[in-house]
């Protein structure tokens, strides 16, 4: 019988894409196979997220859930974020932990496996070249990490703490694996990074080709079977023309474009060491939807960063209003620790940062609705990717709408044109025209 692994994974993209990884070496190396339940489990690991503030306590009351529940003999792992800006603490704390496990080790999995109480959480060392085995939660769609870490130095954020300065992924190694998961069926990739449109500045040798991100679009677009492309996240600040022209002319890219705004004030943006200004963002804006009248664009704001004034919280509606995002995640400030924005004196009272939150989701819920209302008898092309309860089908089209429809699993990994009857805030419901 084969081990069993339980794995719970918290917070991003590019966290799944860890953890398959992780699956994947723990296969192929150590013949686990998954299970839902921690109480088959000989291996529980945790995949964190620290970007916002989760009190530690509750990882840790989550930890000893989990070693009163698993069987005696079971290993716990932690792995991800916070593994990285915790590191030995976590033992310390919790000391039936076997092992911790950083960001930026995932490779060593096996490895730390068979040393009790290790810790690897190196944010210098250098993974972007580990062939790591292949598995997918879905055959229907590829995630593809084409670079690790970040350069950006955002005032408010941990991440470049916890996965380290960035190197981008040798393209040659991204369009293979492209090539592999487009023969394992896989007719959508979905491109991960911190900063994707930065794709190029810095491979771990000197010998690669220096490709840049609107060039690894255009040779990815190029794989037969690969019909879409989506990618997360890129940066504002490098949305230049040639990648805007590019996204809006390449049909194999999917109108959709995640733009994180994360404020609409130039003096908090400032702060916040964006790179960017109000203007140059609403600019970017204007340009793409020129290109491209169909995308939709989706955003990240944090309400309430320090010294964020009245004002300055107008501006970010300002732009709400202007842009009429297809989607915002909006988020209140949470300080985190080693970033330059922890030292910020001119907090923002949080009764007030809670009024900001719920108006911006608010006054935008408001807009959403007005735009989604349009949607009815509209027909959309839909990729099948999901089983959803009384037997319905989802999947989405080009613009990242999320749409469902009667049917059974013969239509997962299909195309076919939905028209829609029924508009929901997060679904839309409709029926297969062609
Ligand atoms: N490069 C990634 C950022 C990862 S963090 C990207 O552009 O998507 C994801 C989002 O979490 C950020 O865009 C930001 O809106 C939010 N976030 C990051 N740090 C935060 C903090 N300290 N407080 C509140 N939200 C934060
Ligand atoms: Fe964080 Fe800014 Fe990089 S939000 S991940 S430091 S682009």
Redesign the pocket.
């Known amino acids: 019988m084969s081990k069993k692994l339980f794995i719970e994974t918290l917070g991003c993209a590019m966290n799944t894409r860890d953890s398959e990884h992780m699956i994947a070496q723990l296969h192929e190396k150590e013949g686990y196979t998954t299970t839902q339940n921690i109480e088959d489990a000989d291996l529980i690991l945790i995949n964190t997220c620290s970007v916002r503030e989760r009190p530690v306590h509750k990882l840790f009351s989550e930890l000893g859930g989990f070693n009163k529940k698993k069987k005696p003999s079971a290993k716990i792992g932690v792995c991800g974020c916070t593994a990285s800006h915790l590191g030995e603490e976590i033992i310390k704390k919790a000391p039936y932990v076997n092992f911790v496990l950083g960001a930026r080790n995932v490779s060593k999995i096996s490895e730390v496996l068979h040393k009790d109480k290790a810790v690897e959480i190196d944010i210098n060392y250098d993974e972007s070249e580990f062939a790591f085995d292949d598995f997918r939660t879905s055959p229907y769609k590829a995630f593809i990490n084409i670079s690790i870490g970040?350069?950006?130095?955002?005032t408010?954020?941990?991440?470049?703490k916890t996965?380290g300065d960035e190197i981008s992924i040798p393209d040659e190694l991204i369009v293979n694996e492209a090539k592999r998961a487009a023969k394992n069926g896989a007719k959508e990739i979905f491109l991960l990074g911190?900063?994707v449109n930065n794709y190029g500045r810095r491979f771990s040798s000197s010998e690669h080709e220096k490709v840049n991100f609107t060039e690894l679009l255009r040779r990815l677009s190029k794989i037969e079977g690969i019909e879409r492309i989506r990618f997360t996240?890129p940066?504002p600040f490098h949305m230049d023309d040639e990648f805007i022209e590019e996204f809006a002319h390449n049909p194999k890219i999917c109108k959709s474009m995640h733009m994180?705004l994360?404020s609409g004030s130039t003096k908090v943006l400032k702060d916040m060491k964006?790179g960017y200004t109000k203007e140059w963002f609403l600019n970017r804006v204007e340009k793409l939807r020129s290109v491209c009248p169909e995308v939709s664009i989706s955003t990240d704001i944090i309400v309430a960063f320090p010294g964020e004034s009245d004002e300055d919280f107008s501006d970010t509606i300002d732009v709400v209003n202007k842009v009429k995002f297809d989607q915002i995640f909006s988020f209140k400030y949470s300080p985190r620790p080693e970033t330059e924005a922890e030292h910020f004196t001119n907090s923002v009272d949080d009764a007030v940062a809670s009024e900001r939150l719920s108006y911006l989701q608010s006054s935008h819920n408001e807009l959403l609705d007005a735009i989604r209302v349009k949607y009815l008898g509209q027909t959309f092309r839909v990729y099948f990717e999901a089983l959803n309860k009384d037997n319905f089908v989802s999947g989405r089209s080009d613009t990242n709408l999320v749409i469902k429809v009667k049917g059974s699993e013969e239509l997962l990994g299909q195309f076919r044109d939905v028209k829609i009857t029924k508009v929901g805030r997060a679904v839309l419901t409709g029926e297969i025209v062609a």
Do not use: A, E, Y
Not at 150 to 154: G, I, L, T
Not at 156 to 160: K, S
């Open positions: 970040c350069d950006k130095k955002c408010f954020c941990i991440v470049p996965r911190q900063n996240s940066h994180p994360q964006r």
